[in-house]
């Protein structure tokens, strides 16, 4: 379990995160929503290491990430699919995805998640020796999360997986995402701006405006709740 | 064609020195973009450490692989403790540290090791070979130089695109953000890329002193050449470098050779403007800009 507690972020004077708890239960999707500038990737990157928070802590099984480098929160089985998928397009696809669990250092290990990772998005062991640049948007997607996968996280941190693709290829993507996060306990926190998708795959949601949690519930009861929904989610 | 023969062999020899040195510039520009300045120096200084060594007693080889691991040594600490503090700055600071260490070493070595010009020994003899009664063109030290600097480019080569160390020094240098999210220390693999770099301007020195001999700023115009080739190959493209640093060698070698040798440093001059005003991004470079 992933526990954010009492979070605050500012870049120079502008607070970006301020004082956001909630915590990611084992083998569920966590939503988190809100507008352009709400904090939700400032969120992720706090916590993957990638932002130092001013105050708060982030507790992985009860283990503080806060103060730790990308390098070893990831080796904490946190992955990171940042926004705009961050695949490495000067490598060729297999390449990215082997970059996943590198780490580990088990070499049949990593040849089986790598594989497991082509199962699960065929159209990319098509282009496996390909340059990762000559990839469609979703095909680049899949290549990130992927990658994340191959990895065997505890937590994975989805930012924006919606962002420039189809909506039936997201829902794809979201399906065979849907069964794993039960068959291994995954923690995820996905981070979304269109929160119909997100609402309809995530367990729990939090929403986040201007850096503050305003409501986290159960997803299904936001969903059903018009007056949230207007107010924050635009829907 | 006697002279033509003897020219281009001195030239590819040569090249392949200045290859060597535009490889590490190359290296260390994809890892952390910024040029080494103090790659000749850092050679020449890896160099002296082996002239010391032979000196004192120790065999030639064993000076040798010394001075090659002295190399690696150097290229690590430059990075630890002069790149590494500036990083988050503009590269603009970690270029002109890089020139300070050209001046240190440059000082530091008269100090420590004289400043009188020194004759190294060469590993081989620098005697043309004959076979069968012809006169060849080339000797058998020529044979190393070439040699020893395609082998170790070959296992870079290996290094880089074979093994997962490679892939990780590679994906630390392309895109650090994303490979410290999948767990690689970056850090450590800046500082073995500039380890591996330093290590090839160690081979580099080694060679270039027989035929320079050996002096506080003897691989200073190395360093322009090797520089020249790297840009002419457009800075990015390890390829672009090897054959650029040729040309130059080559280059080089025909207008000493048919004009005069006081005009090389001119030509190599000459090489670069055409290449700069022609083609700006190098003849092998891709889009991305250059800076500094």
């Known amino acids: ?235 | 064609m006697r002279a033509f023969l003897i020219y281009t062999v001195d030239g590819v020899t040569n090249g392949m020195v200045y290859a060597a040195v535009a490889l590490a510039l190359v290296m260390i520009w994809r890892a952390t973009r910024i040029i080494n300045y103090a790659q000749g120096a850092m050679a020449m200084f890896t160099t002296y450490i082996a002239f010391f060594v032979i000196e004192h007693g120790t065999p030639f080889w064993l000076g040798f692989v010394i001075a090659l691991a002295a190399g690696l040594a150097l290229g690590a600490v430059t990075e630890r403790v002069l790149v590494r503090p500036v990083e988050s700055r503009p590269a603009l600071s970690a270029v002109i540290l890089t020139l300070g260490l050209l001046i240190f070493l440059e000082a530091l070595a008269p100090m420590l090791f004289g400043a009188q010009v020194q004759s190294f020994p060469a590993p081989f003899s620098r005697i043309d070979l004959t076979a069968g009664g012809t006169q060849l063109y080339f000797s058998r030290f020529d044979i190393f130089t070439v040699g020893s600097v395609l082998c170790v480019m070959v296992l870079l080569f290996v290094l880089f695109q074979r093994t997962t160390i490679g892939l990780r020094m590679r994906a630390a240098a392309f895109n650090p953000e994303i490979a410290r999210i999948l767990g690689i220390r970056v850090g450590r693999m800046l500082t073995l890329g500039w380890a591996l770099a330093a290590l090839l301007g160690a081979l580099a020195g080694l060679l270039a002193a027989p035929v320079l001999f050996l002096y506080p700023t003897n691989m200073d115009e190395v360093l322009v050449f090797g520089f020249t080739g790297a840009i002419i190959g457009g800075l990015e493209s390890p390829v672009g470098a090897v054959v650029g640093a040729l040309g130059v060698g080559l280059a080089l070698s025909y207008v000493s050779g048919f004009l005069g040798s006081d005009l090389a440093p001119l030509g190599s001059l000459l090489i670069l403007m055409a290449v700069l005003m022609i083609r700006p991004r190098g003849l092998f470079g891709m889009t991305r800009q250059r800076q500094v």
């Open chain 1, 1 to 235: 379990m992933l526990e954010v507690a009492h979070l605050t972020v500012a870049y120079g004077g502008v607070v970006a995160l301020n004082d956001v708890s909630f915590s990611v239960p084992e083998g569920a999707i966590t939503a988190v929503l809100g507008a352009n500038g709400a904090g939700k990737t400032t969120l992720v990157r706090t916590i993957s290491g990638l932002v130092r928070p001013r105050h708060g802590s982030v507790l992985l099984d009860g283990a503080e990430l806060v103060g730790r480098s990308p390098e070893s929160i990831a080796r904490l089985r946190v992955a990171h699919v940042p926004e705009g998928h961050g695949i490495v397009s000067e490598l060729s696809v297999d390449e990215n995805l082997r970059l996943g669990g590198l780490w580990r250092r088990d070499r049949a290990e990593q040849r089986v998640a790598v594989d497991e990772a082509y199962a699960l998005f065929p159209p990319l062991a098509a282009r496996r020796r390909g340059p990762a640049s000559g990839l469609s948007g979703g095909e680049r997607q899949m290549l990130s999360i992927g990658r994340a996968l191959a990895a065997r996280p505890a937590v994975l941190l989805l930012d924006e997986p919606s962002l420039g693709l189809a909506t039936r290829l997201l829902a794809q993507i979201m399906e065979r995402l849907g069964s794993l996060v039960a068959e291994r306990k995954l923690s995820v926190l996905l981070i979304e701006q269109n929160a119909r998708s997100a609402l309809s795959v995530a367990g729990q949601a939090v929403v986040l405006s201007l850096g503050r949690v305003v409501v986290i519930d159960e997803a299904h009861r936001l969903a059903g709740d018009e007056a949230l929904r207007h107010a924050y989610l635009g829907f």
